[in-house]
């Protein structure tokens, strides 16, 4: 059909008022941040070194590295450097294991030597065990070109009195120390300690099924912390993930770290996060456990009870199998 003058004008009309409408639809619409997350491995080099053979370990340690890498994921892993002594004497291949993050590309910091909780140790001697952690770590990172600048406090405890906290943040800061703190806490040493005996005993269909209940047990974990960031901040705060260096988390990580990406997080590195505003509040929390900071900033907002419910909890049967009362 053929249109006269005026026919061409409305078509014209009409088109016009259907792109501007679409622009506007386009322009009003802000797309989405991605998620972001830390993904912190603790008690490096491994944690299961008494539960299994050194030939296990080097398998399952490979496995954690390659799945890190392959997905991109900007890893830190935190040293015990205790661990990399056995009857006294410096184990060669344990050191090497730390070598291999770094030539990954992923990070490494500072545990202590021996794990020594902070609210059970006088202050000099969890300043010497920070020292003592270096000794290794320090010239290993300065042969790729770095130093250790991340510190995380064993057992998540940050101290109780305020004239211990505040040497402490002296002394790390003296050292080129930053704290790395934890957002996601979650009990995945409980699933890994029950997840390898079950390995010792055989027990595939046992440790598929704890696998399993594990990765859905961090994403009700995301869930949930994802959901607290809102309610404190009003919006969501970039995240860090607490793990452990364990078989369990060798065998979980690909596909942990996919239903991650699936959620909308992109994996970054400490220096990316750290500087959010977030990470500048104020720690309320001066009891004697290890907590995310999310709940410590709460305290300090004076947050009711029951803000704090809801948290998905590692099931009984888990507990009973890996033999803890608790988390």
């Keep these: 059909m053929r249109l006269g003058g005026c026919g061409w004008r409305v078509v014209a009309l009409v088109g016009i008022s259907l792109l501007s409408s679409a622009s506007v639809e386009a322009g009003g619409r802000q797309p989405t941040p991605p998620r972001r997350v830390v993904i912190t491995v603790d008690d490096l080099p ?28 900007q890893a830190i892993g935190f040293v015990n450097e205790d661990k990399l002594y056995q009857h006294d004497a410096l184990v060669p291949a344990r050191r090497q294991m730390l070598e291999d993050w770094l030539r990954a590309g992923l990070s490494l910091g500072n545990h202590t030597y021996g794990h020594r909780g902070l609210h059970s140790t006088a202050i000099a001697d969890y300043e010497q065990a920070i020292l003592r952690g270096e000794s ?12 250790p600048v991340w510190f995380r406090h064993p057992f998540l405890q940050a101290g109780q009195e305020a004239a211990a906290r505040q040497r402490l943040a002296d002394f790390l800061a003296r050292r080129g120390y930053r704290i790395a703190p934890v957002t996601i806490d979650n009990g995945d040493w ?23 209940r594990f990765i859905a ?111």
């Design 46 to 73: 491994w944690v299961e070194f008494a539960l299994s053979t050194p030939a296990e370990v080097a398998a399952r340690h490979r496995k954690l590295i390659d799945a890190l890498s392959r997905q991109r994921s």
């Design 136 to 147: 290794e770590l320090r010239p290993l990172m300065a042969a790729y070109g770095a130093a």
């Design 190 to 212: 409980i699933f890994a300690r029950a997840y390898v005996q079950a390995l010792n005993a055989g027990d595939q269909v046992l440790a598929t099924s704890l696998r399993d």
């Design 217 to 327: 047990y961090i994403e009700a974990k995301f869930k949930y912390y994802e959901q607290q960031s809102k309610r404190l901040f009003g919006r969501e705060i970039p995240q860090i993930l607490l793990l452990h260096a364990s078989a369990l988390n060798a065998d979980s990580m690909d596909e942990l770290l996919r239903r991650l990406r699936r959620r909308g997080y992109e994996f970054v590195s400490m220096e990316d996060v750290i500087d959010d505003p977030a990470y500048a509040h104020a720690d309320g929390y001066r009891g004697r456990a290890g907590i995310s900071w999310m709940h410590r900033w709460a305290m300090a907002e004076q947050q009711p009870k029951v803000f704090y419910q809801g948290e998905p909890a590692v099931p009984a049967d888990v507990l009973a199998l890996a033999g803890v009362s608790g988390e």
